[in-house]
């Protein structure tokens, strides 16, 4: 059974940095792309950083330059290092498991397994 759960989430100021974490579980972590995705209330889930079993890594644009994926075979955790957060980051943020080892894109349809969520909230 796939488990992937948060941590991490918080409350920052602008400019601020918040470290997320996934710890996943129930199936062969290396195996398999791994994905960090978004949502605010009312919106579509957006596709935030996404890391494949080789290493490759995509970001959404509005996150580039800030963001930082990273994956550990070793430990089975997928990480978000979020830098300079602005107001228009709140959302609660997910960890997803992609279908195979290779995402071609951060849509949400390559992904198959989702974590419960850790809320992000950036004030002004």
């Known amino acids: 059974q796939v488990q992937l759960v948060e941590s991490g989430g918080g409350s920052v100021q602008a400019g601020g940095s918040l470290r997320l974490s996934c710890a996943a579980s129930?199936?062969?972590?290396?195996?398999?792309?791994m994905g960090w995705f978004r949502q605010t209330p009312g919106k579509e889930r957006e596709g935030v950083a996404s890391?494949?079993?080789?290493?490759?890594?995509r970001y959404a644009d509005s996150v580039k330059g800030r963001f930082t994926i990273s994956r550990d075979n070793a430990e089975n955790t997928l990480t978000l290092l979020m830098n300079s957060l602005e107001p228009e980051d709140t959302a609660k943020y997910y960890c997803a498991r992609g279908r195979d080892f290779h995402c071609p894109t951060l849509d949400t349809s390559y992904y198959s397994s989702w974590g419960q969520g850790t809320q992000v909230t950036v004030s002004s």
């Open positions: 890391v494949d079993t080789d290493g490759r890594i």
């Open positions: 129930g199936y062969r972590y290396s195996s398999y792309c």
